[in-house]
């Protein structure tokens, strides 16, 4: 039986439209997924020196023991934000004449099939039989193997049952997250106590005493376990399935009705952004980038060039993560949109304030970066201002050319959804035009007239926007057959 | 009122719709019927616009509807879910629609009394947003935009399908009362033959994309309409076409 459920899995997909018909989305998939495999491979085959770089005092083994357990407390953290629960495409089974045992026994299985699981091995896969299996001999190097099987098993299963748990109470999410939050914490803000002591003193005695092993195995059967006899106890597909009830309330976003059909649109997709799970992430992330500077302006070696392309990044990256999606948000209601009274123009000049309203937040939040310099918020200023006339533009051009349907109701993260080749193309322009502009005045030393000049184009934009709408307008006109039919496809 | 000219649509080679002409007149009130894959969805969308027609053209007050805005002043119309924005409550969704009309929220309430009965206490001030109504409930809410534009073309795709006996009942009666009293053009596709007789006083009687009957409705069309969708008359050669609009 549970060949045949492997068997429509793979089918399901193959065959998902998420899989992709284009070949480019495949290919970028792949490639992807290869960059951070060869990330990874590169960290496993070079960790001996990396942690001999970072800890020089200590033995290396000594080392690697100590960072093992805090990688698996990491690692929840990530599988509770991250991994997806193989839950619902159980559905159609339910009702069919086959045991439960094999249905929760699919279920538990393909759970396993995940990136998560791999990671471990790429990562001290090559350490341990570098250096283990050659200081310690090959059954010390096979128990850790076995170690790693089982923390991984332990931590997948740990995972997906406070997932689950949490489906039925969204507070359980909160105290777990929470609880690991300050375990970590704990060691490296408070220095309580270490969690490396804690790893070796496992890892290091796994050494010595080889049986060891024994503990996580039982801890990963048990756990498996313990998911296996929840799930049986509650297959229903109520709490199988995410949703979660509550009373929902009317809201009115009172300023917007200053700007007539245009505010109700606009209000209408505030709403769209806040009360679905997708373009809610896509916000959030963007929140998390107004943190990008502080990784590149930290560091004196990057020049004023990556100013440039930061400044756009924080102060546009709405427009960038939210509208390379453009028309596909509302790809679930677009026929309505378009038999309603809606003007297209109108459509077009609340997606343009939409995005003046969420940058011109983004620009203020980035003030902050004051602290490197007076001149680093004028170029924020400046690509705020590009990003208001130009990238918004150029979105909106794209959107015209996009025609997948995206669910709203899914996560952002690892979601392939809704991108295509539009997506990829799009990146071309945001990224180079500002480049383009500025590289060669900054070449002959004219670094300010280069600024000058991006701040002049983005605001001739800004001024001309009414004309730029009337081309977006016409040119959706010669698209949109094209583009309801795809928003239509399921 | 409508204007259908040598209209044609085409999806891989399967023609799905092929109408030479017909003519619809302010105030009728059209049935469509048709089996699975007639085409009856697809004529809709293009009388609205959604599909790109291969050929011919469809006019509404003799104006040709494809990259024109006037109809959508005077035409409201429900095929699908996809017509609702599903993420607001039913509330803001009237609101929205009423507002694209320049009704204010008073107008709006106003209007939504009188639908009362035919919402049944289940849409309004519910706590939930339309995604987490039944699908009964959804198409409550779609009819309830449309009467609220007060159109003067109405177009419904299978309305009758989901909802509850009773609704069907409700509805039934506003579709006559919006037609006889306020002159309300109506096209309104079922499969249920009784309610569509009841209905319309003309039924357009669609097969493989092409309208093979055009009868006003008189007290033999019910047994008309049996016979022909009756197993082992007519049906027996009837092959099965893939619905391009149904199967998603």
Redesign the interface.
Known sequence: MISTFFDHELKAFWRSKNTGKSIAVKVFMGLIILYFLAIAAFIGFNLDKILAKASPHDDLVVAFCGILLVYYLVDVLMRLQLQELPTLKVQPYLQLPIKRNSVIGYLALTAMLSFFNLWPFILFGPFIFKVIAVTSGGLTATVFIISLIAFSGFNNYLALYIKRKANLNGWIMLIAAGGFSLLVAGDFVWHLYSLKAVSYLFFGNLIIKPYLVILPVVLAVAMYYFNFYYLKGNLYLEELSSKKESAKSSTEIPLLNRFGHVGDLIANEVKLILRNKRPRSALIMGLFFMFYGLIFYTNPKMGEGFKIFVGMFMTGIFIINYGQFMFSWQASHFDGILVSKVKFADFLKAKYLLFTIVSTVAFILTTPYVYFGWRTVMIHFIMYLWNLGINATIVLYFANRNYKRIDLSKGASFNWEGVGASQLLLSFPLILFPYVIYLPFKYFKYDNVGLAVLAIIGVAFIITRDFWIKKLEADFYTKRYKIAEGFRNK | MIEIKDLKKVYNGVTVVNVPHVQINKGESIGLVGNNGAGKTTLF?MI?????ADKGEVLLKGENVA?A?AW??Y?A?Y???????????P??YLY??G???KQNKAQVDEKLAGLTEFFNGEIINK???IR?LSKGNQCKVGVGACLLQQPELLMLDEPFANIDPSTQFRLKNILKDQNKNHGVTTIVSSHDLNHVTDVCERILLMEKGVVIKDIATSSSTLSELEEYFGVGQSTATYSVAVDKEEN?
């Open positions: 969308r609205l616009d959604l599909i790109r990259g805005e959508k002043n035409t119309s095929l699908d879910e996809g017509f609702l924005i599903d993420y607001l409550t509330e803001e929205f629609i507002g694209l009309h706590g939930k947003y987490d998603h």
